[in-house]
């Protein structure tokens, strides 16, 4: 069962476009985080959210944390091709087993045209 | 400062030998977790230690262990090796709020 459903899958937009990706659970995170993968490498954190309604800022992109603390959003404004990538959201909690599991999203693929 | 470091960068094996791979976490990060992860997906959770003690498993058969040494710098051993293993092994330090640092991974291919 994957906790943690990110959409869209898969998105291609034109530079200057703004877009917004989702991420989406059935269970309560006390923080959920933000990375940006490129291919070959090792994600990169982009942000943590903790409170419940939290948004916070990073230059063009905007995070924010449901009120119940089930969901989240990452939305870019103007988007360049160096946005290109995929965007994982992620969080760690205990789950059915009781042992602790750090659960990621399924992605989303962002490619940005020139 | 240095980030999260990992050894080998790459690595070539055929099925059924055994691999050993290295990590070392931010310094002052006390845990240390490990994911791989396969072509086209995100991240799978393997394990983290914390304080040289297992704190969370993933969902991962019992040919891949781990342990972390006094210094906080971790090992994951897979052995048997399939197919299937064939994958970018990261390696990620934490300190506060499940926030993870990681590594540049290690690509692993079994032949």
């Known amino acids: 069962t994957q906790l943690l459903e990110q959409s869209p899958q898969f998105l291609s937009i034109q530079e200057g476009e703004n877009l917004t990706v989702y991420c989406n659970s059935s269970?309560?995170?006390?923080?959920l985080q933000w990375y940006r993968q490129e291919p070959g490498e090792g994600p990169v954190l982009l942000v943590t959210?903790?409170?419940?309604?939290e948004v916070k800022k990073l230059k063009r992109l905007t995070f924010q944390f449901g009120d119940a603390r089930k969901d989240s959003s990452l939305h870019i404004t103007a988007a360049q091709p160096g946005d290109t990538g995929l965007y994982l959201c992620?969080?760690?909690?205990?789950?059915?087993?009781?042992?602790?599991?750090?659960?990621f999203g399924t992605g989303t693929r962002l490619k940005v045209l020139a | 400062d240095a980030g999260v470091t990992q050894s080998p960068t790459h690595l070539i094996k055929t099925r059924g030998q055994h691999v050993t791979l290295r990590c070392s976490p931010i310094?002052?990060?006390?845990?240390v977790s490990w994911y791989q992860q396969v072509l086209g997906q995100g991240p799978q959770f393997i394990f983290q230690?914390?304080?040289?003690?297992?704190?969370g498993r993933g969902n991962f058969p019992d040919r891949f262990s781990a342990r972390q040494f006094p210094n906080y710098s971790s090992e994951l051993n897979v052995n048997a090796l399939l197919l299937g293993d064939s994958a970018l092994y990261l390696c990620?330090?934490?300190?506060?709020?499940?926030?993870?640092?990681f590594g540049p991974g290690t690509r692993l291919t079994v032949l």
């Open positions: 990620a330090s934490s300190g506060i709020l499940d926030t993870q640092y």
């Open positions: 269970s309560v995170f006390s923080s």
């Open positions: 959210v903790v409170t419940g309604g």
């Open positions: 992620a969080g760690g909690g205990r789950w059915t087993s009781g042992t602790y599991k750090y659960i």
């Open positions: 310094s002052g990060h006390k845990s």
């Open positions: 230690y914390y304080e040289k003690e297992e704190r």
